[in-house]
């Protein structure tokens, strides 16, 4: 009966409001940025963006409105998420400040390059000499500028190593003024880019607080947004 | 019944012996090398390899027993055909050269980079200075190496241009010494990398010889096929 439906809807929507992140705006980037050389070639890295996407997915099941800000991934768009596709760190900083002061919880999964192409060919670039130098200039610090503007917001990042793990991730997480940092060696199997699980640490600000057995990027996700929610203000013990 | 059954493969297998492509072995290269720079970051183009894969497709529907070289691809893998993944230039080369004796047509549908970074580092590089300065040494060229070394061969090389189109695609078919060059100005409403579709002109070693509508990869990828196959000694005019 239409009762019924209508009873049911406002079920949902009543349980749906009793989750963890109910009512709470995250903000999931993932992939690898694109930084253009020319009208063709372009600068970027291993991200598969799945991390990313366990993460914005583990959000919404949490009970999260998510916007997932996605470069350069090849993934079937989870349902119920809004994905803005977006290409360099420049755009990927602006779509990330266009949602900045309503946003609760920023994770950084992207891996943003931190070097672009100085000049930008607009013409496709013909093959000349032996050797070609390319000049790169800093991207802005994605994380870094976020943490200077940190209100309320809880702030998320990733730290992709290939050695002295721990050393990096304390440091990247003080200097960017972050509230919990995932931290992973992607030399080792089953860890980092492109692969279903992930094998990482979490640190906070007083130093390590997790350090997890190879998990599926999905039960990772799950993970990360649980302490996270348990972190917002207000949050139940 | 098992003679039904065993009729009707011979019938197919007949019927694939009298296809114009029958006996051949195609040799396609599709989507866009990738040259390390370290671990996690790489140079790589637009290139989707959807007109590869297409090509390859319709060699393998017009009788060819087809190996399928694939860089940086994301599409499903099709049916019936050998697929072979791998990254670079060198890679790309390498497995071109190890079918070559054996090849009757090689299309070179891939975006092979023209440069590589001259020093590959094998740990992540870390964010230093404000700008970077990356030396990069030229890829052995593919194409001119192998019109080089050709022999029953027929090479068909692709040009993407941006500008001047008839002029360097004429200036490419000469100095690689293809049969056919199939040149799109990538610049172009439907043309070029990631479309579904493609506006090509094709030149042989007289000049232009088709300018073909705005097509999909898959009825353009036959039509080079048919082309091709109509080129090969002892083909019936």
């Known amino acids: 009966s239409i009762v019924a439906v209508v009873n049911s809807f406002f079920k949902r929507l009543y349980e749906r409001s009793q989750l963890p992140l109910s009512g709470k ?3 999931v980037t993932a992939g690898g940025t694109v930084e253009r050389i020319d009208p063709v070639r372009y600068i970027s890295n291993d991200s598969s963006g799945k991390m990313g996407f366990a993460l914005a997915k583990a959000a919404h099941e949490l009970g999260a409105d998510v916007t997932l800000l996605a470069a350069n991934t090849h993934l079937p768009l989870p349902a119920g998420i809004r994905v803005v596709h977006l290409e360099s760190a420049q755009e990927m900083y602006d779509a990330v400040l266009a949602e ?9 999964a992207a891996a943003v390059a ?3 192409a100085k000049e930008v060919s607009d013409r496709k670039i013909k ?5 070609l ?4 200039v ?3 610090d994605i994380l870094e500028s976020l943490g200077k503007q940190k209100t309320k ?3 998320i990042g990733f730290a992709a190593e290939t050695n002295d793990l721990e050393k990096y991730a304390m440091d990247k997480l003080q200097r960017k003024n972050c509230d919990l940092l ?5 030399t080792r199997e089953g860890a980092g880019f492109g692969t279903d699980t992930n094998l990482v640490n979490i640190y906070d600000t007083t130093g390590l607080i997790e350090s997890l057995p190879l998990l599926s990027k999905e039960e990772l996700g799950m993970r990360i947004m649980e302490l996270a929610a348990a972190r917002l203000p207000g949050a139940q013990e």
């Open 114 to 116: 931190d070097y672009r």
């Open 25 to 27: 705006k995250v903000v």
């Open 127 to 131: 093959k000349s000499g032996e050797t």
């Open 133 to 136: 130098t390319l000049e790169l």
């Open 182 to 186: 995932i931290a992973n060696d992607v």
């Open 100 to 108: 900045w002061s309503v946003t609760d919880i920023l994770v950084k």
């Open 153 to 155: 917001q809880l702030l």
């Open 138 to 140: 800093k991207n802005i």
